[in-house]
C-alpha cells in the first residue's frame, strides 16, 4: 500500500476557522429562506467565542445573501462570496489534511440528484481565497460521507461509497487505497445503510460520529423509530470490529409537512473550539441528547439550537459546515 498522508485531525482537534454555508438562493428555501438564515446565524454565533481562536466565515453565493449576512451576523463572523448551488460545504469544500494541505475530491451532485452551478469547485476556490495549497483527487468523495477519529480510523458507509452513482465499479478494496492514498486512513469501519429518507445516500455524519479517539456514537431508538433497525445494525458492526460505541438518544419519528419522515439526527453537530453545537428538532429527546453530549464533551459547551428549516433543505449543522484544522 503506498503510503499515505498523515490523516486529517480528529474535529476536536483545534481549528484556526470554519466555513459555513449561508442561504443565499430564494428558489431553492422559498418560505423557509429568513428562518433557515436566522438558524444558521444562531449557529455561527454558538461556534464564535472569544479567546477560541476559531474564525467563523459564513460563505455566501451573492452580494445580496452576503449584505443579509452581515446584517444578521454583525462581528461575530467574516463574510466570503463564492459561487455556489447550496449551502451543504461538508460535503462541497476541500478536506484539510493532516499534512495541511486542502484535499478537493470530485463532486458529482449526491450521485447526479442536484446538480447545481458552483459546487462542483467551490471547495477549490473556497481553499485558495484562503491560502491553503489545494491537491485535486480524481474520485468522489463527500466530506459528510466519512468521520475519522485522528489516528488513521475512519467510518463511513456501504450505502454511499460503494454506491454506484459516485465511482462506478469502484471495488471496497480500491476506496479503501484511496482513503489511505490521498487523506492517510489505514483502516476503515465500513457501516451498512444510513438514515431513512437521506438524500446522501447514507452519509455517515447522520448516523455515527466518533467521539473520542477510538469511540463512536450511535444513536439508541425509540420503538417508533424509522431507523430502529439502521442504529442497532451499525451499533453491532462497530462493537465486533472493536470500536467502543456509546450510546445517545435519536429524536425519532420526524416528519415533514407532507407527512414523510426526514432525516433528523442529533449526530449532525458540530465540534468548535469552544462550544459543541447540537441540532434539535421540537422532538421529547431533544433535552435528553443535549445532557448526553454535555456528559461526553465535558471541557466544551454544549449548545442545543433548533435546526428545522435548515433540515428542510436536507441537512443540519455539520451539513453546512466544514473546519479548517489549526497547523501543528
Known sequence: MTKGPPPPPP???????VWIGFPSHPELWGRD???????????AEAVHADGAGEKVILV??????????????GD??????????????????????????AHDFGFNGWGGKYDLPGDDDVGARLAQQHGLTVVEHDWVLEGGAIDGDGTGLA???????LNRNRN????????????HRDLGYDRVLWLGDGLVGDHTDGHVDNLARFVGENRLAVPEPDDNDPNWHVYQSAARTAEIFGVEVVRVPSPGRVLNKGAEVVPASYMNFYIGNAAVVVPLYGQRADHRAVAAFEALFP??????????????????????????PRRR
Do not use: N, Y
Open 33 to 43: 429562506l429568513d428562518s433557515a438564515r436566522r438558524e444558521v446565524t444562531d449557529f
Open 11 to 17: 474535529e476536536w482537534a483545534r481549528h484556526s476557522a
Open 76 to 101: 461575530i463572523a467574516d463574510v466570503a462570496i463564492e459561487t455556489f448551488g447550496d449551502i451543504w460545504l461538508r460535503d462541497t469544500a476541500a478536506i484539510v489534511g493532516g499534512d495541511g494541505k
Open 155 to 161: 467510518v463511513t458507509t456501504r450505502q454511499c461509497l
Open 60 to 73: 455566501t453565493a451573492d452580494t445580496e445573501a452576503a449584505t443579509a449576512a452581515h446584517i444578521m451576523a
Open 168 to 179: 462506478p465499479g469502484m471495488s471496497e478494496a480500491e476506496v479503501e487505497d484511496r482513503l
Open 299 to 324: 471541557e466544551h459547551q454544549v449548545v442545543g439550537l433548533r435546526a428545522d428549516h435548515i433540515l428542510t433543505g436536507g441537512g443540519s449543522f455539520h451539513c453546512i459546515s466544514q473546519q479548517i
